[in-house]
C-alpha cells in the first residue's frame, strides 16, 4: 500500500515538477480532511497518467512562452525602428549620398587619367607635327590632369592610413587603460 | 473549453484545487491530473495568479482571475453565437440523417 508521503516522492523522482508534488500534496491532504482515508485517495490517482499530463504541458508551455519570447522580440525591434525612424532615415540618406560621392570621385579619377593621357599623348603629337607652344599647352594640360589623379590617389591611400593608425590607437591605448582599471 | 469552465469557476471568486474540481463536478467530471495543467497552463498565460493562505497548520494555494483570465471570458462570450450555430448545424445534421 503507497502512502502520502511515498506517492509524492515518486512523482518529485519521475517529474522533478515541485509544483506539481506541492499541488497533490494539498489535493491529497483536502480530499483527507473531506473524509475520504489516505489510502482510498491514492489508490484512485494514476500516477502514471499524472506524469504523462506533466511532461506534455510542461512542452507545450515553454513551446507557448518560446513563441511569445519570439514575438515579443520583433515587437521590440518594430518598435525601436519607428522610434529610430527621425534619427536613421537621415543617417542612411548621408550614407547613400556618401557612397555616390565616392562613387563620383572614383568615376573622376579614372576619367581624369584617362583625360590626361589623351592630352598628354595629342601635346606629344601637336609639338611634333604642328605648333609648338599649342603642343606645350596640351601636354602640361594632360600631365597637370595626372599629376591631380596621383594626388587624389596618394590622398585616399593616406586617408586610409590614417584610419588604421586612429584604429591601432584605439585598440592599443584605450583598451589597455580598460584592462589596468579592471585589474 | 476546460481553461473557460475553470476561469469561471475562479469568476465567481477565489479558489483552490480540490474546491475547483468539486465545483465543476455539476458541469463535467474533472480527475486532478487533467485540472493541474489547465491551472498552469492559466498561471502560464497570465489568466490567473495564485497566493498562498494557512490552513490547518499548512499552506493552501488559492488561484485568483486576473483581469486577463476575465477579458477571456468576455471573448469567449462574444464569441457564444458562432459556437452555438455550429452546434446547430451538427445537431440539425444528426436529425435531418438516416
Known sequence: MTTKKEFLIRLLDETGDTHLVAYYDELISDRVE????????IKTLDIKRVVRNSEFETARIDLETETRDKRGGRGWVVLLMLFSAPVTIPLAFALLITLISLFAVAIGMVGGAAGGLVMGGLGIVEMIRISEPIGLILLSSGLYL????IIAVLGVWIGRLLIRLYGWIVVNFFRIGKNRRNA | MLDMCVLAVLNRGDSYGWQVIKDLGDVMEVSESTL???LRRLEAGNSVRTYEEPHNGRLRKYFHITNIGKQRLRDFQSEYGAIEKIYRFILDSIREGK
Open chain 2, 36 to 38: 493541474y495543467p489547465v
Open chain 1, 34 to 41: 473531506a473524509g475520504e482515508s489516505e489510502s482510498d485517495v
Open chain 1, 146 to 149: 595626372i599629376g591631380l589623379v
